[in-house]
């Protein structure tokens, strides 16, 4: 297979991202300078020696550095990092991921994201300091990704799950268990005016956003297809940005190999088919609000 050298770069941002290692570290580690570093993340072209130590500093195999079958991510900082990649050049997205696509989420999810992330990292963690840096690090790539599909529009389908989005509605946005009543109240709230804000998208039916609403079980796994013209990717994650979020803990995978996106498009095909749709679909999640509410 032809090897894209911008794209083993963008591998290369994303892994090194995840991995809590600055440029300036990995640049002195592998006795180059940061500047040639910053060059290789661009797609210029380094020797196979290099790539290998690259990729045993960074955690990852040489495979998936290259883009070789399968990438393999167990950092979310780096996962999301690909998606923003793969987002750019992206025609087509097809998004399983609850319980509401974080992309056609408002800028209020955005604010209590970052507080819930941070919230969920537990008080005994060997270094706190940086697992907060990260959710500081990972809020801005979600942002990044935001913007850039706000600024192109490539077509969106987004299948929701009804089951959790009535649990997102019941309980809130949460990081931990121990909060106050006072604050799961301001969340409760928060996650209702997040389904208004939803209700209203699928009522004014934007072009080139669909939303399906499904009601029986949806695999506990999230993925994503994404379409760039002549290439496709899948993505499989169990990274959360929902209820009982999970940025910590997982290992997610991104291939454009034709039998995992062939499969999942079937899944995709036949979930929209049962969904619920446009107005039909925000008759029900207002329903689910009012019940919510009562």
Same mark, same amino acid.
């Given at each position: ?146 913007? @850039?599909?706000?600024?192109? *529009?490539?077509? !969106?389908?987004?299948?929701? =799950? #009804?089951?959790?989005?009535? &649990?997102? +509605? %019941? ?96 899944? @995709?095909?036949?979930?929209? *088919?049962?969904? !619920?749709?446009?107005?039909? =679909? #925000?008759?029900?999640?207002? &329903?689910? +609000? %009012?019940?919510?509410?009562?």
């Amino acid at each position: 297979m032809p090897f894209r050298f911008e794209e083993i770069g963008q591998r290369l941002r994303a892994y090194r991202m995840g991995s809590g290692l600055g440029a300036e570290e990995i640049a002195q580690r592998l006795g180059i300078s940061r500047a040639a570093l910053y060059r290789y993340e661009k797609g210029e072209l380094a020797k196979i020696e290099t790539i290998a130590k690259l990729s045993d500093l960074l955690g990852v195999s040489v495979p998936s550095l290259l883009g070789v079958g399968v990438e393999y991510a167990a950092s979310a900082l780096s996962f999301f990092e690909r998606m923003r990649q793969i987002e750019e050049n992206a025609e087509h997205i097809i998004v399983l991921f609850g319980p509401i696509s974080y992309l056609l989420t408002s800028d209020e999810y955005d604010e209590t994201l970052a507080q819930v992330l941070k919230e969920s990292i537990p008080e005994d963690i060997e270094d706190a300091a940086r697992a907060h840096a990260e959710v500081d690090e990972l809020m801005g790539v979600l942002r990044q990704r935001k913007e @850039a599909y706000r600024q192109r *529009r490539p077509s !969106l389908v987004s299948l929701i =799950a #009804a089951g959790e989005l009535e &649990r997102f +509605l %019941a309980h809130g946005l949460l990081g931990a268990r121990t909060l106050g009543e006072v604050q799961r109240t301001e969340r409760r709230a928060m996650a209702r005016r997040e389904a208004a804000h939803i209700i209203g998208r699928m009522s004014d039916e934007p072009i080139g956003v669909q939303i399906g609403v499904v009601e029986d079980t949806l695999p506990n796994t999230s993925f994503q297809i994404f379409r760039q013209g002549e290439r496709s990717f899948v993505a499989v994650s169990p990274f959360r940005l929902g209820e009982q979020p999970n940025v910590r803990v997982g290992v997610a995978m991104i291939t454009s190999a034709p039998e995992a996106l062939s499969l999942h498009e079937e899944v @995709a095909a036949a979930l929209w *088919r049962r969904a !619920l749709k446009g107005r039909q =679909a #925000a008759d029900f999640v207002r &329903r689910l +609000l %009012a019940d919510a509410e009562g």
